[in-house]
């Protein structure tokens, strides 16, 4: 079966049909996001270690050693 033929056929997920090329598009969209969000958590956390320091907050210390 031609690759074009399996990525048109229909796959119904949760009661709406997509194909597998929306299905490939949705994981790589998913993949990014969670990326981005790793990288928004990492610069939290260097923040909140660079503030906390300067203002000396010793419960939000507590969490960031």
Same mark, same amino acid.
């Given at each position: 079966? !031609?690759? +074009?033929?399996?990525? &048109?056929?229909?796959?119904?997920?949760?009661?709406?049909? %997509?194909?597998?090329? $929306?299905? %490939?598009?949705? *994981? %790589?969209? /998913? !993949?990014?996001? *969670?990326? %981005? =969000?790793?990288?928004?958590?990492? &610069? &939290?956390?260097?923040?909140?270690?660079?503030?906390?320091?300067? +203002? $000396? #907050?010793? /419960?939000? =210390?507590? #969490? /960031?050693?």
């Amino acid at each position: 079966m !031609a690759i +074009w033929v399996k990525q &048109a056929i229909p796959i119904i997920i949760k009661g709406q049909s %997509k194909t597998l090329k $929306d299905v %490939k598009q949705l *994981e %790589k969209g /998913l !993949a990014i996001l *969670e990326e %981005k =969000n790793a990288i928004l958590k990492r &610069a &939290a956390i260097l923040l909140a270690k660079k503030y906390s320091v300067m +203002w $000396d #907050f010793p /419960l939000v =210390n507590q #969490f /960031l050693t």
